[in-house]
């Protein structure tokens, strides 16, 4: 049987905004320690060590290959009952991943070969523990969280992780400076206890009896393969990895180009290239919070359903990349800031509705995959983040040895990236196609 996103739901009891701010703490805590490896830690590594930008490029796509094991980690989790001492125990390990990446780092500065061999494990640890903690963490908010309120208590969690991101990386910024290794290491440790501590204390009996956590008995488990492939022999869950993989792709892939593009072709500073990045993560916002308002279940009726807001956003999506095609074209004489405020609303509207249609679909039908089926899409996202990136970055070189004139050449790659934003709008027209019944709405 096909499990839409029309289908009644089951589930007895719903989180109440105090407990979806608390999982949303646990989100902020598991992005702390991550922009601490991704952002701080590459800084570092390109800037005061004047390592190549590749080393931690490679690093980063680990961690999120690594991530391949999302399925595997959703389904322990789903046979377990309790998903909070996986929470617990992956935010654990991605503690000591992350505090193991910053002595990895400043081990780089003495002895470069062993810093990278160390820094290769700690990113593995990271990626591993980002697989446990939020492949748990998500298919829990998808089984707590009403119908009506996914869209918006979607917002709520990922909002407060990029107020997660923002705070660690203002706080690293202020006491790191002037760069020490000593300082990497404290601040790192520093950084990892306190967001253990947070996730512990958030996540402190929120998972109760109310939600009917059940541990699996010997005599129901099923192998993980056979799982596995029970859900994928479902074509709407098949619709929706691809489109989950082709939309994030297409969403991270503009991610290493879209500011040299700026600089090259418009002549930014670093300062305006800079200004252009937090242009575009402020339509991010307000494309979330947009589909938050209208995604509620009183205004879902006339703004339209979560498969309307992945459709169109793809869309505004692929027509906001087409603009970034023309302002190669036509060699800077474009609104660029204004084509990327709007290239962010729209990925912000398309990202959110996604994830709350994931945490819908986890749960239509019942059956105690919510684990699986979450770490299914959750690892095709994190592959999809880490080729997207590393061949987005690949593309545009190919791209300028081929075309002499440099806008010609990134205007192929955002033409490509388009493309790819149609494809995926295709996709998810696809995933609600056997609409029954008048919650079709939602």
């Not at 996540?203 to 541990?215: P, Q, S, T, V």
């Not at 800079?274 to 979330?288: A, D, K, Y």
Request: glycine letters at 12%; one cysteine or more.
């Amino acid at each position: 049987m096909s499990i839409t996103l029309t289908q009644p739901l089951f589930q007895s009891s719903t989180f109440g905004w105090i407990s979806i701010v608390r999982l949303g703490l646990v989100q902020a805590a598991i992005g702390a320690i991550v922009v601490m490896t991704t952002s701080t830690l590459n800084r570092i590594m390109v800037v005061e060590l004047a390592l190549p930008a590749s080393l931690p490029g490679l690093l980063v796509a680990i961690h999120y290959f690594v991530q391949v094991i999302r399925p595997r980690m959703g389904f322990e989790s789903d046979i377990g009952g309790k998903r909070t001492p996986w929470i617990i125990g992956g935010i654990s390990l991605l503690a000591l991943g992350g505090f193991g990446a910053a002595i990895a780092t400043t081990l780089m500065g003495f002895h470069l070969m062993l810093g990278i061999a160390a820094a290769i494990v700690a990113f593995f640890l990271i990626g591993i523990g980002v697989s446990i903690s939020g492949t748990s963490l998500l298919a829990l908010l998808a089984k707590g969280v009403s119908d009506e309120r996914r869209a918006a208590a979607a917002t709520t969690v990922w909002l407060m992780m990029i107020f997660g991101f923002a705070l660690t990386s203002g706080i690293a910024g202020k006491y790191l400076d002037p760069y020490s290794p000593e300082k990497v290491i404290l601040i790192s440790g520093i950084i990892s206890s306190a967001a253990c501590m947070i996730a512990v204390l958030a996540l402190y009996r929120l998972e109760g009896d109310a939600l009917e956590n059940k541990r699996v008995g010997a005599a129901q488990k099923i192998p993980f393969r056979t799982a596995l492939t029970d859900i994928l022999a479902d074509p709407d869950t098949r619709k929706f990895t691809i489109f989950i993989f082709l939309s994030m792709f297409a969403f991270s892939a503009q991610d290493l180009i879209l500011e040299p593009f700026a600089g090259m072709i418009f002549k930014y500073s670093i300062g305006e290239t800079t200004s252009l990045s937090g242009i575009q993560h402020s339509g991010v916002l307000t494309g979330m919070l947009l589909v938050a308002v209208c995604g509620s279940s009183r205004l879902r009726r006339y703004f339209g359903s979560l498969r309307s807001w992945m459709i169109y956003g793809c869309l505004a999506s692929a027509l906001a990349m087409f603009g970034l095609v023309i302002a190669g074209i036509v060699e800077g004489d474009w609104p660029l800031k204004q084509n990327v405020f709007i290239l962010g609303l729209a990925n912000g509207a398309f990202s959110i509705a996604a994830i709350a249609s994931m945490m819908r679909l986890a749960v239509v039908g019942g059956g105690g995959k919510e684990g699986v089926r979450i770490g299914l899409w959750g690892g095709a996202q994190a592959i999809a983040f880490g080729l997207g990136g590393l061949l987005g970055a690949g593309a545009s070189d190919l791209a300028r040895s081929i075309f002499t004139n440099p806008a010609w050449a990134y205007s192929s790659v955002f033409f490509i990236e388009a493309i790819l934003f149609i494809a995926s709008a295709y996709m998810a027209s696809l995933v609600e196609s056997k609409q029954s019944s008048a919650s079709g709405a939602r």
